[in-house]
C-alpha cells in the first residue's frame, strides 16, 4: 500500500516560488505509477495540476505550464512540485498522489499553502 | 483538453434515497473514468475506477455505469455516511481534469 505525504511552507510571499515535496512510503517512485499533484482552492473543487512519470515524463495543466515542474527524485523516493511567480490565485491546499491504472488510488493528507 | 461537466451541483437527499450523479465528457474517454467522494477537510477517497469497477473496500451500494462520453455514479440507498462531495475525473488523456463536484447534503 503506497502512502503519500506531502511538505513544504505553508506561506509563501507573492512573486515567489511554491516548493512542495511528497514523500512515498510502502512503494517506489520508480514503479509504475504517475505521480501527481492536485489541488483545491478555498471552497473550489479539485482542480489536477500535473503529473511525472518514474521516467521523468510530464504532464502539466495547460493554465499553469509556464510556471511549473514537477520532478521525480529516485534517491530520496519523493517527487516534487515547483510553481513560480505565485499570485494569491494559487492559495490552496495542495495533494499529492499515485495514479496506476485506477484512477487516483492512493492520496497524501493535503497540505495548506498561502500565498501572502 | 477534454471537459468534465457534472451535474447537478448539488442534490438535497435523505437516508434510504436513491442518488444519481452525472458526468459528461467533452470526447470519448474510452471508459478511463474515477468517481472520487470527499468529506470536508479530508483528501479524496476513489470510490470506482474504469467507469463501474468498486474500489476494494468501498460499499456496494456505490456503482459507477456508462461509456463513451456519459457515465453515472449512483448510490443505491444513501447513508449518514455518504453525506459528501463527488467527483469524477478522467484519466484517458492529460490533463486528468475533474467535474465540479456534487455536493450531496441532507434534505
Known amino acids: 500500500q503506497v502512502r503519500l505525504q506531502e511538505s513544504g511552507p505553508g506561506l509563501v510571499k507573492p512573486s515567489g516560488t511554491l516548493s512542495l515535496t511528497c514523500s512515498v512510503s510502502?512503494?517506489?517512485?520508480?514503479?509504475?505509477?504517475?505521480w501527481t499533484w492536485v489541488r483545491q482552492s478555498p471552497g473550489k473543487g479539485l482542480e489536477w495540476i500535473g503529473d511525472?512519470?518514474?521516467?521523468?515524463?510530464?504532464n502539466y495543466v495547460s493554465a499553469l505550464k509556464s510556471r511549473l515542474t514537477i520532478s521525480v527524485d529516485d534517491s530520496k523516493n519523493q517527487f516534487s512540485l515547483n510553481l513560480r511567480s505565485v499570485t494569491a490565485a494559487d492559495t490552496a491546499v495542495y495533494y499529492c498522489?499515485?495514479?496506476?491504472?485506477?484512477?487516483?488510488?492512493?492520496w497524501g493528507q493535503g497540505t495548506t499553502v498561502i500565498v501572502s | 483538453d477534454v471537459q468534465m461537466t457534472q451535474s447537478p451541483s448539488t442534490l438535497s437527499a435523505s437516508v434510504g434515497d436513491r442518488v444519481t450523479i452525472s458526468c459528461r465528457a467533452s470526447?470519448?474517454?474510452?471508459?478511463?473514468l474515477a468517481w472520487y467522494q470527499q468529506k470536508p477537510g479530508k483528501a479524496p477517497n476513489l470510490l470506482i475506477y474504469?467507469?463501474?469497477s468498486l474500489e476494494t473496500g468501498v460499499p456496494s451500494r456505490f456503482s459507477g455505469s456508462g461509456s463513451g462520453t456519459e457515465f453515472t455514479l449512483t448510490i443505491s440507498s444513501l447513508q449518514p455516511d455518504d453525506f459528501a462531495t463527488y467527483y469524477c475525473?478522467?484519466?484517458?488523456?492529460?490533463?486528468?481534469?475533474f467535474g465540479q463536484g456534487t455536493k450531496v447534503d441532507i434534505k
Open positions: 498522489a499515485a495514479l496506476l491504472g485506477k484512477g487516483l488510488d492512493a
Open positions: 510502502g512503494g517506489s517512485v520508480a514503479s509504475s505509477f504517475w
Open positions: 511525472v512519470s518514474h521516467s521523468g515524463e510530464t
Open positions: 470526447q470519448d474517454i474510452s471508459g478511463w
Open positions: 474504469r467507469a463501474s
Open positions: 475525473q478522467q484519466y484517458d488523456s492529460a490533463p486528468y481534469g
